[in-house]
């Protein structure tokens, strides 16, 4: 599987191209197609970056994510 860098998953928040990306324990998803992703905005929660440590406040579970294809993995 292709691995990303941060910088590289900072990319993809919705503004500097099309795609929009999230992370979460290391694997990066595809959010692009979700209607609650419109421009990289989730709530409070931005695309690009690494949401691991912000899903405890959400009002869901991990199990989201299925919902999603994974694109690749995160490097540190």
């Known amino acids: ?7 590289q998953l900072a990319l993809r ?9 999230v992370a979460y324990h290391g694997e990066i998803y595809d ?11 989730h709530y409070e929660h931005w695309a690009g970056q690494d ?6 406040d959400a009002p869901h579970t991990a ?3 299925r919902k999603f294809k994974t694109i690749g993995l995160l490097t540190e």
């Open 51 to 56: 949401l691991t440590d912000e899903l405890p």
């Open 63 to 65: 199990e989201v994510f």
């Open 31 to 41: 959010v692009s197609e979700s209607r609650l992703w419109k421009n990289g905005k």
């Open 1 to 7: 599987m292709k691995t990303y860098t941060r910088q």
């Open 13 to 21: 928040n919705g503004q500097d191209k099309p795609e929009i990306w």
